[in-house]
């Protein structure tokens, strides 16, 4: 180490108060038999009490969504059992044995696969975020709630296993005209989206592994469509058909919802890229720092676009505005964790961060978002994320 680095790392040390380590006891059991035994599927240490996100309340039973609680987590993959859940209508038991995924319609070989059948197939495996286009709604309508759970919790970030999409409408062979794919799911309300061929054909998968182990039933087991970068709403989940067409099929939820209403009446439907956004989550709502000094800002960034070419963090309100750190590989469509040193003169002041994309996109501000659309859709608001930290280190949503 050279003598710079050296003292800076004793500066370091001394902003923390770390002076001192000589009487530190040791906390190791006295016998092997002391800790905890296997269990056939590992948990948590007990002492790490982070809870599922916030269910919100349930109009009926099975719909609803819980939240990835942003502000608890390290790193980018969202550990399954955190992964938000937005169900319409209850999340079905489903046999693999019995699921068969169709593939009819303006197809010359209608296919049905059993999941055996699909596990033969060339598999892919990459990390995606999914993101439901409500997401950050709260914010728009200035209501959102103290954490990063709240604020941004619809979003979270998995490693994904399964077959290009592309690889099974070619076994159905295509006819000429083909222009979308209706995805149904087999829930109660056998959701439904139409998807247009060039997304079908470029990265849409149907996956049916997530963060190594089979898709949890939340995430749609035994089978769901995955598409990169666009609104969660499309990712059918239970995937049981897919309806090759030359129309798209309206149906109620690409008509009635997840559609943006502009201050006129009308409505712009079809909305799929979920654009580039980010959020602080350490420290950001409901933490608490221990004091001035030193303290890394850490972050989550993703575009719907593509790869995020820079995150850019303010702590003075957003007069200054610096690069962040990225961590690397940056993967395209899947969400980056960023990075930036701190020192905290212990005054209160705002921190927030914005993204850019590799398309040069900047993340907006909410006044800008407010000046484009109106304050009439909630859906794929994605504005610049602000929290104040006050002099006695809390941090607040602002
Ligand atoms: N079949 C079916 N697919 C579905 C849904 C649903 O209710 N039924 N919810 C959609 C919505 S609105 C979102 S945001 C994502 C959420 O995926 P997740 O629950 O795995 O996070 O799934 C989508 N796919
Ligand atoms: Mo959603």
Redesign the pocket.
Known sequence: MTSNKRRRLLALCASFGLASCAKQESTAPKSPGAGLSMRPYGDRSPFEKTLRGARESTKSIGVG?SRTPLHELYGTITPSSL???????GVPVIDPAQHRLLIHGMVDAPVSFSMEDLRRLPSITRPYF?????NGGGELAGNAGADASRSHG?L?NSEWTGIKLSTLLSAAKMQSGASWVIAE???A???ARSIPITKAMDDALVVYAQNGEAIRP???YPL?LLLPGW?????????HRLHVASEPAMSN?ETAH?TDLHPTGKATIFSFEMEASSVITRPSGSQKLAGSGFHEISGLAWSGRGKVAKVEVSTDGGKIWQAAVLDEPVMTKAVVRFRMPWQWDGQATVISSRCIDETGYVQPTRDQILADRGPSSNYHYNGIKSWRVEADGSVKNV
Do not use: T, V
Request: net charge negative; with cysteine; charged share 25%.
């Open positions: 969504s992964h938000f859940e937005r169900h319409h209508a999914i993101e439901c286009s409500g619809l979270s799911g087999a829930d309300c056998r959701m939340e995430q749609g769901r609104e969660g709403n499309a990712s059918i989940k239970w995937l939820q997840y």
